[in-house]
Structure formats: structure tokens, C-alpha cells
T-cell receptor
Framework: GQNIDQPTEMTATEGAIVQINCTYQTSGFNGLFWYQQHAGEAPTFLSYNVLDGLEEKGRFSSFLSRSKGYSYLLLKELQMKDSASYLCAVLDSNYQLIWGAGTKLIIKP | DADVTQTPRNRITKTGKRIMLECSQTKGHDRMYWYRQDPGLGLRLIYYSFDVKDINKGEISDGYSVSRQAQAKFSLSLESAIPNQTALYFC??????????????FGEGSRLTVL
């Protein structure tokens, strides 16, 4: 079966750095997405990786290792507004998105 | 105004009732999707449509039906609602791109409670 694993919840301190991991086992791979979802709101796109390596976008970076079936989202200089759930999703060989359950990130002052 | 609009935003209904959730978009995208989100689970695809004449079942289509009335409108119906269809429902759109990897743009969500 297809599976996306990410931690259920993480806690970090304002101003710090946090890394949210995602491991996947899917039938084929056509890219990996990260979305941010604030409580009660719609998910919004953060990043897309299809090649190995690190993609940086301001305070957020996303890393992919296809051989290890692994990605992480790195958030720097954490702000209170970063408190949200972070969703990992993989595009499989049929171009269907397989979603993880999300990681709830709690930021403390 | 939101680019992807869902109505109603909240609905409480009773078992056996017919419910329709509506989605309209102003992004001009051809592709539209209906997902449901349950606590502790990833988003699950119910139905998707790549253009007005194209409707496809997703992972969990049983108990649901859809209608693509126009490029901009995609409705989800529950013919006879049951309590385990209580969930947060999202409509989403995407633009067809060369690699089929377009990001999704989500509506604000419709919270449905079936008693």
C-alpha cells in the first residue's frame, strides 16, 4: 500500500528552527508537495520538490532524497503565525496525490 | 473575494437527508477536486474533474456524486447522508501544466455534521 508518515505534533520556540520530516512509500514518484494549514482554514501551497536536494524560499526550505523516500521542511526564525499543520503529499505514478495526516506545529513564546 | 468559494461553510443535517455542497472558482482552472478531511487522516480524494465533460472517481467516492455544471462550478452531493460522512470538505482547483504537477488552490472548506 501507499503510505506517507510524518510526526503528529511538534513543539518549538519562537525564533528557533524546526525540521518536520516526511517519509513515503508510494507506487512511483512524480514530486512531493508541502502545504500549510492553519486551524479551520484551507491548505496553502508551500513548496514542490521533484529532484534531490534543497529548495529554499525565504524562511522555509524543503529537502528531498528520492533514494531514501524522505523529505523535510525546515522553518527558520519561527514566528507565532507559523503555528499550523504542515501537510506532506506525494504525487504517485498515476499523478494522484497521496497525503500524509499532517504535523501540527505549536510555537511557544 | 476568495478565488475558490464553497457554500455552505457549515451545515448540520440528519441521517438520510440529501445534501449538496457547491464550489465555484474564478481562477479559470480546468481541473477541480473534492476532498474530505478527517482528524488524524490525510486529505482523501472523493471525485475530480479535468474539464466539463470529464468526471472521475477518487479514493472514496461511495455515497457521493458530483456534477460539473460549468468550468467554474463543481458540486458534491450526498444522496442520503450518514453520520460517518461528518467531515470537513474541501474543493480545490489546479491548472493543467505540462508535467501534470500543478499546485492545488483550496476553498475555505465546508464543515458538514450528520446527526
Amino acid at each position: 500500500g501507499q503510505n506517507i508518515d510524518q510526526p503528529t505534533e511538534m513543539t518549538a520556540t519562537e525564533g528557533a528552527i524546526v525540521q518536520i520530516n516526511c517519509t513515503y512509500q508510494t507506487s512511483g514518484f512524480n514530486g512531493l508537495f508541502w502545504y500549510q494549514q492553519h486551524a479551520g482554514e484551507a491548505p496553502t501551497f508551500l513548496s514542490y520538490n521533484v529532484l534531490d536536494g534543497l529548495e529554499e524560499k525565504g524562511r522555509f526550505s524543503s529537502f528531498l532524497s528520492r533514494s531514501k523516500g524522505y523529505s523535510y521542511l525546515l522553518l527558520k526564525e519561527l514566528q507565532m503565525k507559523d503555528s499550523a499543520s504542515y501537510l506532506c503529499a506525494v504525487l504517485d505514478s498515476n499523478y494522484q496525490l497521496i497525503w500524509g495526516a499532517g504535523t501540527k506545529l505549536i510555537i511557544k513564546p | 473575494d476568495a478565488d475558490v468559494t464553497q457554500t455552505p461553510r457549515n451545515r448540520i443535517t440528519k441521517t438520510g437527508k440529501r445534501i449538496m455542497l457547491e464550489c465555484s472558482q474564478t481562477k479559470g482552472h480546468d481541473r477541480m477536486y473534492w476532498y474530505r478531511q478527517d482528524p488524524g487522516l490525510g486529505l482523501r480524494l472523493i471525485y475530480y474533474s479535468f474539464d466539463v465533460k470529464d468526471i472521475n472517481k477518487g479514493e472514496i467516492s461511495d455515497g457521493y456524486s458530483v456534477s460539473r455544471q460549468a468550468q467554474a462550478k463543481f458540486s458534491l452531493s450526498l444522496e442520503s447522508a450518514i453520520p460517518n460522512q461528518t467531515a470537513l470538505y474541501f474543493c480545490a482547483t489546479s491548472e493543467r501544466d505540462r508535467d501534470d504537477t500543478g499546485e492545488l488552490f483550496f476553498g475555505e472548506g465546508s464543515r458538514l455534521t450528520v446527526l
